[in-house]
Every structure is written in structure tokens, then in C-alpha cells.
């Protein structure tokens, strides 16, 4: 039995619900109100080492991180949703640009559009008067303007003629941009690659 400790509002959660969904896998959700700051307890260390959401629990395996999560789901239930040879590097840079670029400009421009100042900043882990918004919407233009250029020129991120868990990790937070005041139409290419997402067979939106 799968145990998804989870967060409807959170873009790394909704990661991991939309691929199990469009995998087919019966899950149990555990709801973790970590805005509330509930998941400060050394019990949910114990599955989370930072103590974040998502965190999955795999019969006796605890694993967190939405990356982690979708590659062991993928690699245990689902290796059709990883990249053939030649695309795997690019299957893993993708991957990596969701956890790096997306995950430290829309990620935390849609999270000060969504709580307060105070809350952004204390999960952001700065003070108020730190909180840098502008800066955080010019990197956000930078990276759409990478994965718009990638997505005109091939239907999936990692280049292969099918979605990955690259598409999944990265969609996570492109599907929010709407509440990050992002105009997606400024984007064709992502604008067409979310559309493509959205025909999968099992696809669940965002949200609560
Ligand atoms: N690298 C992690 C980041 C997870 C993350 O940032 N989780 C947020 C919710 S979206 C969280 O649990 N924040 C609460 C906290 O850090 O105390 C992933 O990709 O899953």
C-alpha cells in the first residue's frame, strides 16, 4: 500500500498525485498542514528528512523529494515513463532544472502570490525585508523563456516521442503559473506542451 504524506496547495505534492494518477496506482493520502507548520515533529522526520511534503511510503520504504518519489515510482511500477537511450541524460536534466531553476524562481513566485509576505518568507527562509520579488520574476522569465525554446522545438523535455517523469516534474509548478500572475500565452511552446499534458489518459488537475 502506497502512503502519500501530502498538501493540496503544494506543486511538489500535486506531482506525485498527478503521476500516480496517470499510472493507475491506488493510494492513501496523509494530510500534512505545513503551513500550520505541523510537520515539525521528529515522527515525520523519520519519513522526511527535512521534514517536507511530498514523502512517500512504499510498504517499509520511506522516500521524499517529488524527484526521488516519481523516479522510484517510475522505476518500480511504470518504466515506460522513463527515457529510452539516447534521452536519459536529458530525461535526468530535465529533472534537474525542475529541482533547481523552476524550484528557485516560479516556485517561489507563485508561493508569495499565494500567503502572506511573512508566511513566504519564513518558508523561504529569509526575512521579510529579504524577500527579493522582482528578482524572483526576472529568473522566472528566464527559465520559461529555456523551456519554451526546448518545447518549440520537441513535444517532450527529454526529446524522446513520449512524456517522462521530466514532463511530470517540471509540470508540477508550470500548471500553477496562472497563480504566479504568469501569462502563459506569452509561451506557446509551454502553453501547447500543457495542453498535451492535460489529453493524457488518467490526468488530474491541480488543487484540492
Ligand atoms: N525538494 C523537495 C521540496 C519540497 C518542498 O519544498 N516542500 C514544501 C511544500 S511544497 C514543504 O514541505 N514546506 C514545508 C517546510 O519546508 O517546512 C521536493 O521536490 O519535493
Redesign the pocket.
Known sequence: MLTLHD?PR???CYKVRLFLALIGKEYRSVFVD?LARR?QTEEFERISA?????ALVDDDLAIW???AILLHLAHTYAPGWLAPQPYLGAMYAWISVS?NEI?NSLQPLRLTRVVSNAEAAH?LGVSETLLDVPGMERRTERVLRRIDKRLAQHAWLAGADAPTVADIACYGYLALAEEASIDIASYPGIAAWRQRIRQLPGYVPPGP
Open positions: 498538501h503544494s506543486g511538489n505545513v510537520n527535512f521534514q517536507q511534503v511530498p523529494d517529488s524527484h529541482a524550484a518558508h
